[in-house]
């Protein structure tokens, strides 16, 4: 397993992170703490989760999906210092009007309730989730800065943040003398280009900015599981994969992935994420996984190098103008 520095920090994490977000929806506990051991066995030392998880479960308060980390930590399955913990906030968490946002109340009372779930006593990195447009930048990044001073936050984060107010956030943090993003958590992946690429990563390389995509494998499109001519599963997230995704130029990027694949010896969702991971400003990939055999199979992708003919060949696939 490869490890990168966070963009300008001095954090190193492995370049497969472990998204959690399935952990308490469609994973239990039992299966959630044999994939956690398996992927810290395999050499992932990041784990992402966020407070909302799942919440849109029927009867899921939300907070199950770090509990389910907590209650792996606490087993001593790992060391907790050798684990990186993300966690985000800002989703909406009870029915009271201040129970969601990235106000100072909600943020002060949503960081005691994560590490109450997750039972460590730092979080590695603390991300909003996405933004909110009725608190001011300012008291935002202030309360995100004393939970950094108070040592219950290493690292702060943003997800979901469009260029310009990525860029004003880490203005206001210089001016202010506060602490600024070191990370970013974007849609990203070779069927979903244009929104990162076109502002966002310009932006990440300059400011040195860590660079965290979520949904590299576009949803399971791009591990071959849909075809030109297969019938589409009916599910809710089949029916968005097919608006997205299922096109020409959806299906030409499959069929690249899958001749590169058979060249490597490897299955399509490998090159899929080895191409993520080539990107420049991409510090780690966010992987899903319900079972320890899809779990195995989609971290190969750090073990996979594209050539420049390869790198090129997925790129020309969906290039975007």
């Known amino acids: 397993m490869e490890f990168r520095r966070l963009g300008r920090t001095g954090l190193k994490v492995s370049t497969i992170c472990l998204g959690t977000m399935q952990f308490g929806w469609s994973t239990g506990e039992k299966d ?11 050499g992932c030392n990041f784990l992402d989760t966020a407070d909302v998880y799942s919440r849109w479960v029927k009867g899921n308060p939300g907070g199950v999906s770090e509990e389910i980390i907590g209650s792996w ?33 909600h943020i002060m009372n949503s960081v005691e309730a994560s590490l109450r779930r997750l039972q460590t006593d730092v979080i590695d990195l603390y991300q909003v989730h996405f933004p909110d447009d009725e608190t001011p930048l300012e008291e935002t990044l202030r309360v995100l800065d004393d939970l950094v001073h108070a040592g219950k936050v290493r690292y702060i984060g943003c997800s979901n943040y469009p260029a310009w107010l990525l860029a004003k956030s880490l203005w206001i943090s210089d001016v202010r003398q506060l602490a600024g993003y070191d990370s970013l958590q974007p849609h990203y992946s070779l069927v979903h280009r244009a929104e990162f690429e076109r502002e966002l990563q310009p932006l990440c390389l300059d400011q040195g900015i860590g660079v965290i995509p979520y949904s590299p494998l576009a949803g399971g499109f791009l591990t071959g599981k849909y075809r030109r001519d297969s019938n589409l599963p009916s599910s809710d997230r089949a029916s968005g994969i097919r608006e997205r995704y299922m096109n020409e130029q ?3 990027a499959v069929d690249t992935l899958e001749e590169i694949g058979a060249a490597h010896d490897v299955t399509i969702a490998q090159p899929a994420n080895a191409w993520v991971l080539a990107n420049p400003a991409v510090t780690s990939a966010i992987i899903g996984a319900n079972s320890l055999d899809q779990l195995r199979d989609t971290m190969k992708g750090a073990e996979v190098t594209l050539d420049a003919e390869e790198k090129a060949a997925l790129d020309a696939t969906t290039a975007w103008t």
């Open 73 to 105: 930590l606490a087993s001593g399955a790992v060391s907790r210092d050798q684990v990186v913990i993300a966690t985000k906030v800002r989703g909406r968490m009870g029915d009271g009007v201040n129970d969601e946002g990235l106000s100072r109340l």
């Open 32 to 42: 959630a703490h044999a994939i956690m051991s398996e992927a810290a066995a395999l």
């Open 250 to 252: 959806g299906f030409t």
